[in-house]
């Protein structure tokens, strides 16, 4: 019996760790998606955003904006919120990407340069790729701001593997 569970683990090991890999593909394809979107619709997407910021702090603060102090606020914010959003998709990337990569050991130096590489390729292929779509244009200070968000996305992998590593699948001892 015990053979038997041994395979059973093995075997799902054997087919689950390459799977690893598909909430990174489905997060490529997300971005991928939103970049495709021409200028108008992807800044009346983040000016939505923008909005919902402005009217749950009017909420959280007990303040009564107007529908022209809530625009104002918008657009003071906008930009800012499309920046957030870069960071966040592509933190999101990076997490998507190391912890499969640290599943199959790659660890340390090594996984920021092999999970930071691919990203911030990604991020750059991703802007090159936008200057074909109407009303967008490729920019390298998004690279830049993309590679903040891997940056954090890996050391948070990092760090949660050490921790884990430490706690709960540390070895048990032999006694």
Request: hydrophobic share 50%.
């Amino acid at each position: 019996m015990k053979y038997f569970f041994l395979f059973i683990k093995k075997t799902l090991r054997l087919v689950l760790k390459p799977l690893s890999f598909v909430p990174a593909l489905v997060v490529m394809y997300m971005i991928i998606y939103l970049s495709g979107q021409d200028g108008v619709t992807s800044s009346q997407l983040s000016y939505k955003v923008s909005t919902k910021v402005v009217l749950a702090a009017e909420r959280l603060l007990e303040k009564d904006f107007s529908e022209e102090q809530v625009a104002h606020y918008a657009d003071r914010i906008h930009y800012y919120i499309r920046k957030l959003g870069h960071i966040t998709e592509y933190f999101i990337l990076a997490v998507t990407v190391s912890f499969p990569l640290y599943v199959y050991r790659v660890r340390g130096w090594r996984l920021m340069i092999v999970a930071g590489l691919f990203c911030v390729s990604f991020a750059a292929m991703d802007e090159f790729r936008q200057s074909f779509v109407a009303g967008r244009g490729p920019s390298k200070k998004d690279v830049a701001i993309d590679s903040i968000g891997i940056f954090m996305g890996i050391v948070v992998v990092r760090i949660t593997g050490w921790i884990g590593r430490m706690t709960i699948f540390r070895p048990l001892s032999k006694r």
